[in-house]
């Protein structure tokens, strides 16, 4: 252990009586509450969103006076315990009164000995720490949630200089802060390009130079839409983890792009068994399984690659439209909305090729007005994919920078 540093049980390190989980089953029923009030009940997703504002559960001042001890106080650790556990925030001194649910646990550590905000780093998902304890944990090597048991056997390492832990955190947080406004400016210029996609895409905003109606088009008619059959059916054996050529799958899909380096591959004899599937620069791709409607553009692919069968390959066979405009109609409201109408309210998990025969839509009457859309809107994703390459360098750093603050390794003293 480094000078100076030590890694002791969390209960070591709490205030007497400093651990409870929310209330369970009867102590706090559904019809306890309201959609208004004073007294709110606080989840897991306020932990997620880092945001005690969202919610809409509210307890009378009766029922709130029976759970008050299970009340959450400004300055308060709490965890979530189930969904994506051991989710950690600070109470913000803003909160509004109320209580944690029993997705949530709460820790209130002597600040003489470990500052809950260093503490926050330390079992932050960015860090190692917390998710290596948890694994050790596992019984039968799953991780079905968090218990007040299961956090009372955790440890904490830490300097026990608090000073050096104060210069810990202010390190961290500078470049929590970097990673922060990185991440509202890319949701700023998504909202941005989301606006300017739906108003191009849909004829309600033209660019200059171009007029006329815009024509109706079937989507089936004036396209070939292919994908692996069922005799062509993949063996779990014949996904390997290196081959001839790729092959997509839906969990391939990302941000409109593929990622390559998540793909398997399949040999030269699965690859040549129908070039109807095989994957080109500027086709497009659509998910027809699981999660239906991610669509791809492919514009970046440098070997072969073909499909597997939850995924349709869409190619224009006349005039109408080009590949890349209509991957942004099909990533806009006009795809979402059909979809939706196939539904009627329920949940698909397969999209058929006689579904997209029923998909009109309107596009601009020349292939120059659809290739000038398309090129606006391009440059837009480029330039997020920019922002979001810095951000994952920040990230990096702020990795780097954990596992040398928060070990030891570099001190700040």
């Given at each position: 252990m480094v000078n100076g540093w030590v890694e002791r049980p969390i209960t070591e390190v709490l205030k007497p009586n400093g651990i409870k989980i929310g209330p369970f089953g009867s102590q706090l029923k559904k019809e306890m509450l309201l959609s208004d009030g004073v007294y709110r009940v606080y989840g897991q997703e306020n932990v997620y969103a880092h945001d005690f504002n969202i919610g809409d559960r509210y307890l009378t001042r009766e029922h709130f006076n029976r759970l008050n001890s299970c009340?959450?106080?400004?300055?308060?650790?709490?965890?979530?315990?189930?969904?994506?556990?051991?989710?950690?925030?600070?109470?913000?001194?803003?909160?509004?009164?109320?209580?944690?649910?029993?997705?949530?646990?709460?820790?209130?550590?002597?600040?003489?000995?470990?500052?809950?905000?260093?503490?926050?780093?330390?079992?932050?998902?960015?860090?190692?720490?917390?998710?290596?304890?948890?694994?050790?944990?596992?019984?039968?090597?799953?991780?079905?949630?968090?218990?007040?048991?299961?956090?009372?056997?955790?440890?904490?390492?830490?300097?026990?200089?608090?000073?050096?832990?104060?210069?810990?955190?202010k390190t961290l947080s500078e470049v929590d802060k970097l990673i922060f406004d990185q991440q509202k400016l890319i949701q700023k210029r998504k909202d941005i390009r989301q606006g300017t996609m739906q108003m191009l895409v849909t004829g309600k905003k033209r660019l200059s130079g171009f007029d006329g109606d815009w024509v109706k088009i079937n989507l089936s008619k004036n396209s070939k839409l292919k994908a692996r059959i069922g005799w062509q059916g993949l063996t779990t054996a014949e996904y390997l983890d290196e081959g001839y050529s790729y092959l997509i799958t839906g969990t391939d899909f990302k941000d409109g792009q593929i990622n390559w380096g998540g793909c398997h591959y399949v040999d030269y004899d699965r690859y040549a068994q129908d070039t109807n599937i095989q994957v080109s620069n500027g086709d497009l791709l659509l998910t027809k399984d699981g999660t239906i409607g991610k669509v791809a553009f492919v514009s970046d692919l440098k070997r072969p690659a073909t499909l597997n069968s939850g995924v349709f390959l869409v190619k224009p066979i006349t005039d109408a439209y080009t590949a890349h405009f209509m991957f942004y109609v099909l990533e806009s409201s006009v795809f979402k909305d059909f979809l939706q109408q196939l539904s009627a309210g329920s949940t698909i998990n397969h999209l058929y090729q006689k579904d997209l025969v029923k998909f009109d839509l309107y596009v601009p009457p020349t292939k120059e007005e659809q290739e000038a859309i398309a090129a606006i809107l391009f440059d837009m994703d480029s330039d997020i994919h920019k922002l979001e390459a810095k951000l994952e360098k920040y990230q990096k750093v702020k990795q780097g920078m954990m596992e040398e603050l928060l070990t030891g390794k570099v001190r700040l003293m």
């Open positions: 009340e959450i106080l400004p300055g308060d650790f709490v965890m979530s315990t189930m969904g994506t556990i051991g989710k950690c925030a600070i109470v913000p001194t803003t909160i509004q009164r109320g209580i944690m649910d029993s997705h949530l646990i709460r820790l209130r550590f002597d600040e003489k000995k470990v500052r809950s905000d260093y503490v926050l780093q330390l079992f932050s998902d960015q860090f190692h720490y917390l998710s290596d304890q948890t694994a050790r944990l596992a019984v039968g090597g799953i991780m079905d949630g968090l218990s007040v048991g299961i956090v009372s056997r955790l440890n904490v390492i830490y300097p026990e200089n608090i000073e050096e832990q104060g210069k810990i955190i």
